[in-house]
């Protein structure tokens, strides 16, 4: 087994991202000592019955006292808060690092507060599933997925090469990114899709002709997909929109320019139209499946064929 | 085993459906005989490799003499042709079905072309894959999901109980539904969150500054689920906005009304509208899953969770 990346690394907060990133890097040695802190009594309780690290506290100043990497796993809106508490505290020529969706407002609220001896890498791993807190992690998470990082222009390049290390020993593929074109191309894969996810799965709901109980039996057909998006967290969720505003509100502004001119041919009776932009968007899931981001098992694998 | 429901079952279309209707009609003996047609060679010839049928043929009229169940598997704009191509040639007493995602255009279309001494009672089971062709069935397709059926006021009691009883074999639930509220239900559950994922997947893939290749990789977040369901037939789902149509707009209107709400909540920062929204719909996944719709695995059993 190679040497640990970090001798002590604090990981703030211990959600799905934070518990999957304990459980690997315990498993494969990758930091001498993980710190874990979280604010809330009973999350910090199930993050010990886990054995999710070597020291527990709720203090943040505490927690990042000494270590050489510190990764915030919050709510991208609790980061000027922490960034404010933690400041103070944080070592000499310490890694600062998040996982947080969006990237220019993490720096953002994170920059007025810390020390220059620091170094700010922001991250972004592109994974996770319907389901939070530290009960959900595993060690696989990051498997084959991408991480961004988005480190400011002045950022020291070991401390980017080390984190870069560490993701990759997670499993991740690592690229670099400027930090507003990444809150971009996250707007579009990411945050439109849940909004729209969220969107229908309430407008469902709200219908008083259709049942719930109609709109639960029957949802096999393209809704049910809709709803494991709709069910991811919605702390985590409503944070991504209030601090990602721009360029979700001008991606959000070209769907339905796009939505409209579906709708126009629909009343109109246009089903070339209709055709074409249907075998259009077929291609765009074969480059995903020959990248190796996604299973080409039908309905990913629901079903099992004997056939 | 069982006396066979059908003596002479003919399936006119013979893809994803139809196929899976005859893998598992086959394999539990439900019809003495299976006639398949498909009105091109090259597709026969698939059918025939699959060994899906006992009689193949590529015309209408002599596909269904003698049948005593038509059951239509063909994209929804083709039905008036169809019916007119086979209403001569219906044996007496026959049962004429379908598979079709909408109801009363279905019927609209077939009544003009039908003698009356046939039983018209429209089916729609809910399954499906992002797969086409006679190469994409399976026997396990039907297994524990619905099948709507819509019969008219007069259809005839025994011929719905026999369809009634064929699904059940196919694996299916069944339950009776009016077609227009049956249009409706479809059009929330399954018409619109198709749409919107072709449309999505439209604009991601028309942005200027976002490259394709970024779209690809970084989908694994929400985006990667609809590009599944943006996978689906073009011609099928053409014909159903096509003959849905009033359904579908209506419904769209909604989403778009909803929408309009969640975007104006984002612009003026109003967290709790969106944290609330973002609660109520985790209560719909929860339901979908205890009724057995779905996998509780995260994301669909993506990940081996070894932990």
């Known amino acids: 087994m190679a040497e640990a990346i970090f001798k002590r690394l604090c990981l703030i907060g211990i959600g799905l991202i934070g518990s999957s990133i304990a459980l690997r890097a315990r498993r494969d040695r990758l930091a001498e000592t993980i710190v874990v802190q979280t604010r809330r009594k009973e999350t910090l309780e199930k993050a010990k019955a886990r054995n999710l690290g070597d020291v527990y506290t709720d203090s943040v100043a505490e927690a990042v006292k000494d ?16 960034g404010e508490r933690m400041g103070p505290h944080l070592a000499k020529e310490a890694i600062v690092s998040d996982v947080g969706s969006v990237k220019r407002s993490v720096i953002d609220q994170l920059r007025p507060h810390l020390p220059d001896h620091v170094h700010l890498v922001p991250g972004h791993p592109i994974a996770g599933t319907e389901y939070s807190g530290p009960e959900a992690g595993f060690t696989t998470l990051f ?14 390049a070991d401390a980017i090469q080390r984190l870069t290390a560490f993701w990759k020993a997670l499993g991740s593929y690592v690229d670099v990114m400027e930090p507003d074109h990444h809150d971009r191309v996250l707007a579009v894969v990411s945050h439109i899709p849940h909004l729209i996810a969220y969107n229908i799965v309430g407008t469902a709901s709200d219908l008083e ?11 096999a057909s ?18 991504v929109f209030l601090h990602n505003k721009d360029a979700v509100l001008e991606m959000l502004g070209r769907f339905s320019e ?10 109109w009776g246009d089903g070339d139209l209709l055709f074409d932009h249907f075998t259009k968007t077929r291609a765009i899931r074969r480059g995903i499946i020959e990248a190796g981001q996604e299973t080409d098992a039908p309905n990913f694998g629901r079903y099992t064929i004997e056939d």
């Open 222 to 239: 393209g809704f049910r997909d809709f709803t494991r998006i709709a069910a991811s967290d919605p702390v985590m969720w409503r944070d």
């Open 209 to 219: 002709e259709i049942t719930q109980s109609e709109v639960i039996k029957f949802s």
């Open 258 to 267: 796009d939505l409209s001119a579906l709708q126009r041919a629909i009343r």
């Open 143 to 156: 498997d084959e997925r991408w991480c961004l990082l988005t480190p400011d222009a002045g950022a020291d």
């Open 67 to 82: 270590a050489d990497c510190v990764i915030l796993c919050i709510p991208v809106g609790a980061f000027s808060q922490v």
